[in-house]
């Protein structure tokens, strides 16, 4: 069939903010353990099920975000073996699953469970680290072109730098994108290629609270719902879709019908 994804705002929500989470993020020494903090926050509730973690320099603001939440999480050492990992999550929860890594080669050791989760049509959520832009092309360490290297993919971004001139709804919008494009028809891989520029350890650097004082910021804050809902539409086929199908059909001796996989649930 055709699928639309639908695009639906969150309404504003009059009622106070969550006080601890919100007080949770104003205790955070920077710029990106607030946005990484954020980020993880969007995703659970766009149905995350489950984080792969295999700590790195570049993604430590993240996986400190992940390690300090509800969100279950599993420490990995080989990022290939992650990947692996958060697919079998994902084919027996139907949920979707993160893999965490950091800058350079470690995402390369992705490539082999997002080819297999394209191609299986498993809800997987890349979460890869990244140099900021003004690093790149200029020798320095543990930095390749990231950018293109994972494929194919349902959807990539390579998200800006947390900055004071980076709206916190610029990291919300993508993250209940991102988790909406894993579950999709067809599912599959989706990737956030998140740059990170210093300090990356949780050092104390002062940051603006008025971000949160954003009026959609606020109002995602004072609700348990995603920043943007997303609803996926299935229509019939058109004749256009059918016809050549029934013809092929037509002139079988015995017509076979592939519906799609066997998922969780259908056992």
Same mark, same amino acid.
Request: charged content about 15%.
């Given at each position: 069939?055709?699928?639309?994804?639908? $695009?639906?705002?969150?309404?504003?929500?009059?009622?106070?903010?969550?006080?601890?989470?919100?007080?949770?993020?104003?205790?955070?020494?920077?710029?990106?353990?607030?946005?990484?903090?954020?980020?993880?926050?969007?995703?659970?509730?766009?149905?995350?099920?489950?984080?792969?973690?295999?700590?790195?320099?570049?993604?430590?603001?993240?996986?400190?975000?992940?390690?300090?939440?509800?969100?279950?999480?599993?420490?990995?050492?080989?990022?290939?073996?992650?990947?692996?990992?958060?697919?079998?999550?994902?084919?027996?929860?139907?949920?979707?699953?993160?893999?965490?890594?950091?800058?350079?080669?470690?995402?390369?050791?992705?490539?082999?469970?997002?080819?297999?989760?394209?191609?299986?049509?498993?809800?997987?959520?890349?979460?890869?680290?990244?140099?900021?832009?003004?690093?790149?092309?200029?020798?320095?360490?543990?930095?390749?072109?990231?950018?293109?290297?994972?494929?194919?993919?349902?959807?990539?971004?390579?998200?800006?730098?947390?900055?004071?001139?980076?709206?916190?709804?610029?990291?919300?919008?993508?993250?209940?994108?991102?988790?909406?494009?894993?579950? $999709?028809?067809?599912?599959?891989?989706?990737?956030?290629?998140?740059?990170?520029?210093?300090?990356?350890?949780?050092?104390?650097?002062?940051?603006?609270?008025?971000?949160?004082?954003?009026?959609?910021?606020?109002?995602?804050?004072?609700?348990?719902?995603?920043?943007?809902?997303?609803?996926?539409?299935?229509?019939?086929?058109?004749?256009?879709?059918?016809?050549?199908?029934?013809?092929?059909?037509?002139?079988?001796?015995?017509?076979?019908?592939?519906?799609?996989?066997?998922?969780?649930?259908?056992?």
């Amino acid at each position: 069939g055709q699928h639309t994804l639908h $695009r639906i705002c969150s309404p504003p929500n009059l009622m106070a903010a969550d006080a601890s989470f919100t007080d949770r993020l104003l205790s955070l020494p920077n710029l990106n353990a607030v946005y990484s903090k954020v980020l993880l926050e969007e995703l659970r509730r766009g149905g995350l099920g489950h984080v792969f973690l295999c700590p790195g320099s570049r993604c430590s603001a993240l996986t400190a975000a992940v390690a300090a939440s509800s969100v279950p999480h599993t420490m990995v050492t080989d990022e290939r073996g992650a990947g692996f990992a958060a697919i079998g999550f994902a084919r027996a929860s139907g949920r979707p699953a993160a893999v965490v890594v950091t800058s350079g080669t470690a995402v390369a050791n992705l490539l082999p469970a997002t080819v297999e989760a394209a191609a299986d049509r498993v809800p997987l959520l890349l979460l890869t680290a990244d140099r900021p832009a003004e690093l790149r092309d200029t020798g320095a360490n543990q930095t390749v072109a990231q950018v293109g290297m994972l494929g194919p993919l349902r959807w990539f971004k390579d998200v800006p730098p947390p900055a004071e001139s980076e709206p916190l709804v610029a990291w919300l919008a993508d993250a209940a994108y991102a988790a909406a494009c894993t579950l $999709r028809q067809p599912q599959g891989p989706v990737q956030l290629n998140l740059q990170y520029r210093e300090p990356l350890a949780p050092s104390a650097a002062a940051w603006p609270a008025a971000l949160l004082e954003a009026p959609r910021v606020a109002s995602w804050l004072a609700s348990s719902s995603p920043f943007t809902v997303y609803s996926t539409a299935e229509g019939p086929p058109g004749e256009e879709v059918v016809a050549p199908l029934a013809a092929l059909l037509a002139g079988a001796r015995c017509g076979v019908v592939v519906a799609g996989a066997l998922l969780a649930g259908a056992r």
